[in-house]
């Protein structure tokens, strides 16, 4: 089946520093992608969708200039967190569809846990 | 305006009894219904999907799920919880019509099967 694959799966840093998580679609091409970020015993936050080649489509909410979203190719997308600060402190999940079709499922990658100290 | 709405935040159910964790939703036109599982410190896992059909949805690890047009619900089931079936669930939806547009969750219910 469909393989996400995300690195790395926990990243600790210092406030003031950037940070990069890697959303790779392992053996299908993905147009599109999707980043959530799930605070402790929450919901899924949709935070953006990756579009291959374009800019990315922020939700309402988020910072654009913070979360920055860079989809250069079919099967990678990049989620880069600049000058995090301890709030930024949460699990983010990349997810991608095999195909566009609006019933095929989602398969997500393994998150990474970011903690800013 | 699609949503998805899970009324239990937790369900707690010994080993070998059945469970159901219940998930309602809000689209425009027919809904693909889905569940996934997300287990600590990982991404979820799709378990099933309500595309057309049959109104039981069978899926991964003994799962499954009734859609109910009429009460739109889609209630997750299993006739013998597992002690490894401890995890959290989330329901999700988007409408035919939506294209390539992301699922919408609900937010969650934390399942935990007793021994």
């Known amino acids: 089946g469909a393989v996400v694959s995300q690195h790395p799966s926990w990243v600790i840093c210092k406030s003031g520093t950037s940070v990069k998580i890697e959303c790779r679609s392992l053996?299908?091409?993905?147009?599109?992608m999707f980043w959530y970020r799930q605070f402790p015993k929450q919901s899924l936050m949709l935070m953006a969708t990756s579009n291959e080649g374009s800019k990315a489509t922020y939700e309402q909410g988020v910072e654009k200039d913070k979360f920055l979203i860079n989809h250069a190719s079919l099967t990678l997308s990049t989620l880069t967190v600049t000058s995090a600060h301890p709030e930024d402190s949460s699990f983010y999940i990349c997810s991608a569809r095999e195909d566009t079709r609006s019933n095929s499922p989602l398969h997500f990658g393994n998150g990474t846990r970011l903690t800013v100290t | 305006a699609q949503s998805v709405a899970q009324p239990e935040d937790q369900v707690n159910v010994a080993e070998g009894n059945p469970l159901t964790v219940k998930c309602t939703y809000s689209?425009?036109?027919?809904?693909?219904l889905f569940w996934y599982v997300q287990y600590p410190n990982r991404g979820l896992q799709f378990l099933l999907k309500y595309i057309t059909g049959d109104n039981l949805v069978k899926g991964s690890y003994g799962f499954e799920a009734e859609f109910n047009k009429s009460q739109t619900s889609f209630h997750l089931k299993k006739p013998s919880a597992l002690v490894s079936d401890s995890a959290l669930y989330f329901c999700a939806v988007r409408g035919s019509h939506s294209g390539n547009t992301p699922l919408v969750f609900g937010k969650g219910t934390r399942l935990s099967v007793i021994a």
């Open positions: 689209v425009s036109g027919n809904p693909y």
């Open positions: 053996d299908f091409q993905a147009t599109t």
